[in-house]
């Protein structure tokens, strides 16, 4: 069974850090892209970052020089290491799997998706 | 980046009605669209891919259509569990990703 399972949420104080995780049962991580979505509450999704099977990362402006996405394949797990948080990055961060459209050979779209974790960043 | 705006903002829609829900590109972002549906509480679900191919398991009352940078979600017949936010998300020209601000369709 497929399973994508994030922790790690929580209260944390504005300038502290926090680090999510994202275990993967079903498929392995390290041939996959993977990803982290968040919803602010009031607010519609936002793509926050991407780490390749090669293990190259890219981020949202919003979050770039704060945030650091890594895996442990051993673990089969990805993380959300969360620098310096701010008020707006509270939110509710989903951990997906981005597809591949096997018609078309274009991946970027986002076929599994964990529960998500709560985060509020708060003093 | 590619900015993707959706209208309307809510829509309230009779049991039984049609429901359509809009979706625009700001440049071409030719068939590669997705839709996803939130209920509250739960994670998105992706209902949608390449603008009108329906993910696994969607019921056939939820159909799109569109290329280039305008699009449609259609729900034929409402029914109570279609109660929730729908997003569209571009994947032609990324990072980033981007969603749309998301419709809510409610029950009138």
């Known amino acids: 069974e497929v399973q994508l399972v994030e922790s790690g949420g929580g209260l944390v104080q504005p300038g502290g850090s926090l680090r999510l995780s994202c275990a993967v049962s079903?498929?392995?991580?390290?041939?996959?892209?993977m990803t982290w979505v968040r919803r602010a509450p009031g607010k519609g999704l936002e793509w926050v970052s991407v780490?390749?099977?090669?293990?190259?990362?890219y981020y949202a402006d919003s979050v770039k020089g704060r945030f650091t996405i890594s895996r442990d394949n051993s673990k089969n797990t990805i993380y959300l290491q969360m620098h310096s948080p701010r008020a707006e990055d509270t939110a509710v961060y989903y951990c997906?799997?981005?597809?591949?459209?096997?018609?078309?050979?274009?991946?970027?779209?986002?076929?599994?998706w964990g529960q998500g974790s709560l985060v509020i960043v708060s003093s | 980046e590619v900015v993707m705006t959706q209208s309307p903002d809510t829509l309230s829609v009779s049991p039984g009605e049609r429901a359509t829900l809009s979706c625009r590109a700001s440049?071409?972002?030719?068939?590669?669209l997705a839709w996803y549906q939130q209920k509250p509480g739960q994670p998105p679900r992706l209902l949608i891919y390449?603008?009108?191919t329906r993910a696994t398991d969607i019921p056939a009352r939820f159909s799109g259509s569109g290329s280039g940078t305008e699009f449609t979600l259609t729900i034929s017949s409402l029914q109570s569990e279609d109660i929730a936010f729908y997003y569209c998300?571009?994947?032609?020209?990324?990072?980033?990703?981007?969603f749309g601000g998301g419709t809510k369709v409610e029950i009138k």
């Open positions: 997906a799997r981005v597809g591949l459209d096997t018609a078309t050979m274009i991946s970027g779209l986002f076929d599994l």
């Open positions: 079903g498929f392995i991580v390290s041939n996959s892209y």
């Open positions: 780490i390749y099977s090669d293990g190259t990362t």
């Open positions: 440049q071409s972002v030719s068939s590669n």
């Open positions: 390449r603008a009108s």
């Open positions: 998300q571009q994947y032609n020209n990324w990072p980033p990703l981007t």
